[in-house]
């Protein structure tokens, strides 16, 4: 699903662009967009993200359709049935629909309706909207914000309170820094500039965004906001043509001047490109299930849990000696007391994935493994490793747990990133 969403959001997209900008500027917006290598990793893990994108584009599209001149039922329907069905489906959707409402509203007032321009110049022609568009935009709205807000009830119902209060911790601060609100000024003004119509219906929900992050609602950064990329990626493509044009005024030939944003798009997949492999727990437990002795114990650290449940029976990996570790960030010497039960028990791989780095858990299973035993081997893929110890010695001392250095760390980021997201957040120590 997330792979066929990513491919369709790329052919909705270039008729996105090919509806707002002139075609060789288009043709750089689905560049940008195809090659991006954000977009292609989110195609290709099972995450709803790149789902969220092929929502927005399509409700973009949707809303592009109606306020075109001589937009008939048809159009209509269409942004019906989609609004009322992607939010159940896609919580970037939920933004879409809200923030497109109030563009809808926002072409509807507007005092004077422009048209794409043809220079900044000209004094654009203005748009002529659909017959009946103010009462198909009151149905149509109506229908959106039933759905949404009934999607939205939902999923406040559904997810805990730990979970909440976890995410409230974990997006914070929810406000994005001031270089990317200065992006979205500069971003706002170049599709202002390219079409005003088209401009408030990609920028309207980028403003119901920000307003859900300064309540506290909604993060506004990283991956959540992955379905305001095609704004994002159309004034990118609009900075481009701006320095295209500017370097024609100098008498730069234009072909040679549209390889500077080419260049520029090319340049991010050149040093990431694919395959992507984020944390890459199969192929270290399918070694692990090749290397483990009969009686070889394992200790899964707690974040590599849900990865160990999923992937051990693929591998044949049994469950017998396996010790699943409890979530301790905001006790980190809890780990070491895990540890030192073990102690005497002779080879034992320690499994380990989306470690917190930042919190230095992996400089202290590793420091304190290694004064209560010894270092044997390794098996490691992408922020993915199983070690394997020799914890038979006997000669550390009892309260090693109590009196070992920590190594420094963030308080305020351990809270922040506390335990209570799910059935991960539950610390039992359990051994089979």
Sequence with gaps: MPLLSGLLALLLFRSLARRFQPPWVAALSVGIFALAPTLIAHGAEFKPYSTDLLASAWLTIAAFAVTERGAAWPAWLGAIVLGTTLPWFSQ????????????????????????????????????????????????????????????????????????REYLDRFWQPALPRWPLLL??????????????????????????????????????????????????????????????????????PRWLGAVIPAIAVCVPLALHPPVYRDEDARPVLDKLADDRREHDAIYVAYSGRPAFRFYAPRVDLSEVGVVL???????????????DKLRGTGRVWVFRTHVSERLAEAPLFDGYLSRIGRYVDSIAADDTDATLWDLSRTDAPADLAETYPLPPRDDALAKRFGCGHGPIGEAPWTAE
């Design 325 to 339: 570790g409890g979530c301790h960030r905001d006790d980190p010497r809890a780990y070491l007391r895990e540890l």
């Design 92 to 163: 970037g959707a939920v933004f879409m629909v809200a923030g497109l409402t109030a563009a809808l509203l926002g072409v509807r007032s507007l005092k004077e309706r422009f048209a794409r321009p043809v220079s900044l110049i000209e004094r654009p022609d203005p748009v002529v909207l659909g017959p009946g568009f103010d009462r198909w935009l009151a149905v149509t709205l109506a229908f959106w914000v039933v759905s949404a807000g009934g999607a939205v009830l939902l999923a406040i119902r559904r997810v805990p309170l730990e979970m």
């Design 183 to 252: 992006f979205i000024a500069v971003a706002a003004a170049l599709l202002w500039l390219r079409d005003r119509r088209g401009a408030l219906l990609l920028l309207g929900p980028v403003a119901v965004t920000l307003a859900a992050a300064a309540a506290h609602l909604y993060p506004f950064s990283g991956r959540a906001i992955l379905f305001l990329a095609p704004a994002a990626i159309l004034a990118l493509a609009e900075a481009g043509s701006r320095i295209v044009e500017g370097l024609a005024r100098l008498r730069v």
